[in-house]
């Protein structure tokens, strides 16, 4: 398997195809990676595993119920499991951030990038308990997602506002108070 240089600062082992492409990039600091996988997103699990319990619950005490709601539930798992798959296409396997941009790879092939020069905020998003940042850029605010499974995605995001010098929200309050007091 192929790993980035030594000089990287990486998270754990990427893919091997995103592990390829990182070495093909130029200037690359840092390599956060995501270790999730498509299984184990809960609109695939969570009824793979009722189904297993269902099922072998209704076929070990015979219970015309169960075996029926493991059914229903099996069903449940096929219609999702495509859902998932072409969800999970779009999910960052790394983020890998290098002296002038930020990438987000899937299995080797790039998803998003964001100049440093072109990023113009950083923010923090909380969803029903799950923290992510989007690195906002461009003039119709796209965004690249920082994932809460991206390991250690708070230094990620550290490293971001070093990297492209962009202020925290805090810092350019007071950076346009001052210019105001002026």
Known sequence: MTTPSTHVLQ???PLPAD???IEEMSGAVRVHVNDSRWWQNASF???LLVTIVSL???ALFG???LLGFG???GA???IMTP???LTWRGTATAIVLTRDRAVALHAGRVLHEVLWSDLTRIERVEYLGNARHKLVHGEFDEFLTVESEIEEAEALVEAAFTLSGIPRASEAAAIESAASDD
Do not use: H
């Open 11 to 13: 998270t754990s082992a």
């Open 19 to 21: 592990a390829a492409a």
């Open 45 to 47: 699990a969570l009824p």
């Open 56 to 58: 072998g619950g209704g």
């Open 63 to 65: 219970v015309a119920e």
């Open 71 to 73: 059914l229903f539930a």
């Open 76 to 78: 449940v798992t096929l």
């Open 83 to 85: 859902i998932v798959l």
